[in-house]
């Protein structure tokens, strides 16, 4: 997995739709849904309840998003941090 994997699932959760989801990350709603679909098959458990067309987070994917969210954050973090040792990026004088 990569940083983009968990954005991707986290999207999907946040706009309980794969076509919100995918208008949101610019990208085709049918390349998301294989995404999707990989990652599940992959974890051997499904990380949404489809009920009609809105995707509900399962136990599962509630773990799976709250872990994702950690992890996007400590990636933010962690460019914010190694920008301040680019010369010419602001931080050092």
Do not use: H, W
Not at 17 to 39: D, G, H
Not at 65 to 75: P, T, Y
């Amino acid at each position: 997995m990569n940083v983009k994997d968990y954005e991707y699932i986290v999207e999907i959760a946040r706009q309980k739709s794969l076509s919100e989801a995918a208008n949101r990350l610019c990208i085709t709603q049918s390349a998301l849904t294989k995404f999707l679909q990989r990652v599940e098959a992959q974890l051997g458990t499904p990380l949404f309840n489809r009920i009609g067309k809105r995707f509900v987070l399962t136990a599962i994917g509630q773990m799976y998003v709250n872990k994702g969210l950690e992890i996007m954050r400590l990636d933010q973090e962690l460019e914010d941090d190694l920008g301040c040792y680019i010369p010419n990026n602001g931080c050092l004088e």
